[in-house]
């Protein structure tokens, strides 16, 4: 098996809230080998697995394996390109060293040595489940701290060129909070740069069609009151901000959820039944009224655009904003809703507060 997503290796299957028995958190690409699994009263599974590379290779865990979720990648037998080659040499460069290596300075060790401490109790730290769900590891991805280097004359930030389509992707500060699943963070992360899907996003609101029209004054109302005064690069990333709360509340940000069109008690909450992040409707034809954009809602670009355009087309081309219209398509942006459900996501976007 291959993870692909982040998981809390525990010592045992036990998986309730507040038991402290994670060993470690396993980043996504993890191999494992599965030695043992149980089906759990919930329908998912426990699994005790052994890795096979990574700084935990060689030693086993229990990891919860939720079926919904679909984070983990299984094979019959180890695919053949696991197998590890050995390293040969390639070249080899020679150059001048000093007789004695220079050694850090007293304060500098210290330093170092502090420093190494945080990021070992950061990384061990034990994680807990959501608070709304039952059974399911919410393990936050911990970030990288940006190393320090002194200012050189003449030497300028080159831009990321994975970002060269998407504009600047300056990191902006995201308020820390346990109230969004994983899965949202492919947005922006946590550490307030964009990830895989924030970046197809935003690469989609700088088109011609959509730009001029997103970034006007005022274009997302009370979701973002500093809204003028950002740049255009940050009045961009606040909208994939508020798309990400927004699928946060729609489908917990999960890109093939179905939406019903009842509650449990049979109440009527939708005409149609939804699909995705943000519960497009399921039904190709029904979505044909709304143009090519909504064409493909199969992948999160589809999805995206189909959003954005119905958006663009419904509110902001009509000179309304994304919090102040007649026309909303997405319940929690409802005016007797978005104070307790759009809200507090967006005030953790502090550029915008």
């Not at 049979?266 to 029904?286: C, F, M, S, V, Y």
Request: aromatic share 8%.
């Amino acid at each position: 098996m291959e993870l692909e997503g982040y998981f809390n290796g525990r010592s045992e299957a036990d998986f309730r809230k507040g038991v402290q028995n994670v060993r470690a958190v396993l980043p996504k690409g993890t191999r494992a080998q599965i030695l043992a699994y149980a089906k759990l009263p919930s329908g998912n599974y426990a699994l005790k697995v052994k890795t096979v590379n990574g700084e935990t290779k060689g030693q086993d865990f229990w990891i919860y394996y939720d079926l919904e979720r679909k984070s983990v990648k299984t094979f019959e037998n180890a695919p053949s390109h696991w197998a590890e080659r050995p390293a040969g040499r390639v070249a080899e460069t020679q150059r001048d060293v000093p007789a004695l290596a220079e050694t850090p300075s007293a304060r500098e060790i210290v330093k170092r040595t502090d420093r190494l401490q945080t990021e070992i109790r950061d990384a061990t730290a034990p994680r807990t489940e959501c608070s709304h769900c039952v059974g399911i590891d919410n393990v936050p991805v911990p970030e990288p701290r940006p190393e320090r280097r002194d200012p050189v004359r003449g030497d300028r930030e080159r831009p990321r060129p994975d970002v060269a389509a998407t504009g600047a992707d300056r990191a902006t500060t995201i308020k820390p909070s346990r109230n969004m699943e994983i899965a949202c963070y492919s947005m922006i992360q946590q550490n307030g740069k964009y990830g895989e899907w924030g970046q197809q996003m935003s690469s989609i609101l700088r088109e011609e069609r959509y730009q001029s029209t997103y970034t006007r004054a005022g274009a997302l109302g009370k979701f973002c009151p500093r809204f003028d005064s950002l740049s255009k690069d940050d009045k961009i990333k606040a909208w994939v901000w508020f798309w990400q709360s927004l699928a946060k509340e729609e489908s917990s940000c999960r890109l093939s959820v179905r939406h019903g069109t009842t509650t449990a008690s049979g109440a009527i909450l939708n005409p149609r039944e939804g699909h995705g992040l943000w519960a497009l409707e399921k039904d190709r034809n029904i979505r044909r009224d709304r143009g090519s954009a909504c064409d493909n809602i199969s992948s999160f670009a589809g999805q995206a655009r189909c959003s954005i355009d119905i958006m663009f087309k419904t509110q902001l081309r009509r000179g309304d904003t994304a919090s102040d219209s007649r026309l909303k398509y997405w319940g929690p942006t409802y005016n007797h809703r978005n104070d307790r459900q759009i809200m507090p996501h967006m005030r953790r976007f502090t550029a915008c507060f």
